[in-house]
């Protein structure tokens, strides 16, 4: 169980599930070829796990943090800001299915962050009465820094059915030791080649949001995933990836200035010296 300062832990974990998964159907009915149960470390202190054996769309990454951070589950953010990967589970077909206009994607991530638990009014749409799960969890790191209770849960049984996607990424935790912060991430169903690499470096660049505005220094990401899957169109690109050599890993920047995680912007978060191999494309799996 050995921390990684590249990206091979990744690199190993996909050509494992490639060569020895299990053949699935599944819910999108595309199909996959799954295992169950598997976990990877990074390194924080020695470059930004953002992966450079395929060019992941850092602007992506960012503004979706950003998003769920400021407890918003409508897409417009995004799409005003020109990121696209909300779009499939956005549609009037599939909101409609939940009693909502097109674009409001329910009791999703921001939801569950910030406003965990709330009531509903008489038209169905929620109260601000709910737990603030993320200023409740710094407010703990700052106090009472060996708590075992450092948790943000995206799980609510109550909700889970009544969003198109109910969170893949559905509990993560933080544990400081030697003034450093680790986190992590619990996620029962991880798309290895297109939604692991955006929540390896969304989860980093949480830990490292957090760190600062709680005066501390990065230790580890861990990723813990339960159904960890490649989906059967993905395999030529997969094929494509191992083939690469990695490049050295970037460095993060973030604005020095912020002391509340709320109060960062795009503009304050800066990654550094991000060398990769070419985008591959893949279809998403609705």
């Known amino acids: 169980m050995l921390t990684t300062k590249n990206e091979q832990a990744y690199l190993d974990l996909i050509r494992y599930v490639f060569q020895n998964g299990i053949q699935k159907d599944d819910r999108t009915g595309t199909g996959t070829r799954s295992i169950f149960g598997a976990q990877m470390r990074f390194d924080l202190t020695d470059g930004f796990p953002l992966l450079t054996t395929k060019k992941i769309h850092t602007k992506s990454v960012i503004h979706e943090l950003l998003w769920f951070l400021q407890g918003n589950t409508h897409v417009k953010y995004l799409q005003d800001h020109g990121v696209r990967i909300w779009n499939e589970w956005a549609t009037l077909e599939q909101t409609a299915r939940f009693g909502r206009q097109a674009g409001d994607l329910g009791a999703i991530y921001g939801h569950q962050w910030r406003n965990f638990g709330a009531t509903t009014d008489k038209n169905g749409n929620f109260n601000d009465d709910g737990i603030d799960q993320i200023s409740q969890v710094i407010d703990q790191i700052k106090t009472n820094p060996n708590s075992r209770r450092l948790i943000v849960t ?36 991880a798309d290895l080649f297109l939604g692991v690499p955006f929540n390896i470096a969304s989860y980093a660049l949480l830990t490292h949001m957090v760190a600062q505005v709680c005066n501390l220094s990065v230790g580890e990401f861990v990723w813990t995933g339960g159904d960890c899957h490649l989906y059967t169109n993905h395999f030529e690109q997969v094929k494509t990836q191992l083939s690469r050599k990695p490049f050295a890993l970037p460095t993060l920047q973030l604005n020095p200035a912020i002391d509340n995680i709320f109060d960062f912007k795009f503009d304050d978060i800066q990654i550094v010296n991000y060398q990769s191999h070419s985008v591959i494309k893949a279809e998403v799996a609705v």
């Open 154 to 189: 995206g799980w609510n049984p109550k909700e889970a059915d009544q969003v198109a996607l109910p969170p893949c990424h559905t509990l993560f935790q933080f544990f400081v030791a030697d003034t450093k912060l680790s986190c992590q991430l619990y996620q029962r169903s």
